[in-house]
């Protein structure tokens, strides 16, 4: 979570990943598959058109670490309220509340930090993140008691 908080602190300037991209992926692999892929975020267009090659790539990083992140807090959180709460159902919502709770906060961070963007739209990609990996887990551990 320090990580997390850290990184929104940073200005998307300090943070970009397209210099590292544009040394790394300099052939634009897959440049031609990708170029077909369109489609609104929040309210800008995402494309290869729109943002270049890097940018377009750096956004799928970017919001696959967003989910990624909150898939293990989700999961985490609800490992350690599992033997503490007595409901299953009980746990998936303080889990996943507490998830999208901190996902809140983190956008609202970002928007006290000059040079970020706040976005509800990441804190729905979050809240996705953590209720999967809340409902792979749980699943996992009703099948393992089956």
Known sequence: MAILFISSSMT???QTSVPFLEKYLSGEP??????????????????????????FVEFFLRKGAHFFFYFLMGTF??????KRLKSI???VVTAFLATVGYAALDEFHQM????????????????????????CIGIYFERKIK
Do not use: C, M
């Not at 897959?30 to 940018?55: C, H, M, P, R, W």
């Not at 959180?77 to 599992?82: D, S």
């Not at 804190?123 to 990996?133: K, M």
């Open 12 to 14: 998307y300037k300090q």
């Open 30 to 55: 897959f440049k031609n598959i990708l170029g077909g892929v369109s489609f609104d975020y929040a309210t800008e267009k995402i494309s290869i058109a729109e943002v270049g090659y890097f940018k």
């Open 77 to 82: 959180l609800y490992l350690g309220l599992k």
């Open 89 to 91: 159902l009980l746990t």
């Open 112 to 135: 006290i930090t000059g040079g970020r963007t706040p976005l509800f739209q990441d804190v729905i990609l979050d809240g996705i993140g953590a209720i999967v990996g809340i409902l």
